[in-house]
């Protein structure tokens, strides 16, 4: 089995991906970080190199999943290859750093890829609004995220949910996390515990 946690920056994937692996007994997947070659040569010149460097991401995603497929554990999975696409790589093209030209020719691809796998059994969408992430964001303290444009997140916002609600043909549970603290508050946890086994098990029918 196949779970995937989606969500914008701030949201809690990593969180209640770890919290989830942990109740269950699944195997966490991370994306990996290895050095992307690209990396440096994208910073120094975006609209260049964009291209080979969602290339690169993509690839990277792409290898993740057939290992994943061939796995015997339950899996669940912090970010899929679909938000990858349809939320971060569509950002990039609609700021100008990818062509269409570019842009159409990566998704054919990935569309071709993604033609011979099958979708996650569940995607846990966590649903949050920009207050909510910029204060996880402001509350977790990494350097590299406090000077991220507010209209940045907006923007990502507005793409996951037209990914969510408009895009991806899988198996989908949202879940509205403004008023939840799933880390600290037994009955927040419990309760995404009975929608996941609701929609997996048919345990709690809602």
């Not at 010149?45 to 080979?52: A, E, K, M």
Request: a negative charge; glycine letters at 4%.
């Amino acid at each position: 089995m196949h779970i995937v946690i989606a969500g914008n920056i701030g949201s809690g994937k990593t969180t209640l991906t770890n919290m989830l692996a942990q109740h269950y007994g699944w195997k966490a997947q991370f994306e990996a970080v290895d050095y992307n070659p690209y990396l440096e040569d994208y910073y120094k010149d975006i609209p260049r190199w964009s291209f080979n460097l969602e290339i690169y991401f993509l690839k990277q995603r792409f290898k993740d999943l057939l290992e994943l497929a061939r796995s015997k554990e339950t899996i669940i999975q912090d970010r899929s290859i679909y938000e990858g696409v349809y939320v971060f790589t569509t950002n990039n093209h609609l700021m100008g750093n990818l062509s269409d030209r570019d842009f159409d020719t990566y998704m054919e691809l990935f569309e071709q890829m993604t033609d011979i796998l099958r979708y996650p059994d569940l995607m846990i969408y966590l649903r949050a609004s920009v207050p909510h992430l910029v204060q996880n964001i402001q509350k977790r303290g990494r350097d590299y995220e406090q000077s991220m444009p507010i209209d940045y997140l907006r923007n990502l916002n507005h793409l996951y949910e037209d990914f969510i609600y408009e895009k991806y043909r899988g198996r989908t549970l949202p879940i509205d996390v403004d008023n939840l603290d799933f880390q600290h508050r037994t009955e927040d946890f419990a309760m995404i515990v009975d929608k996941i086994d609701s929609q997996l098990f048919g345990l709690f029918p809602e």
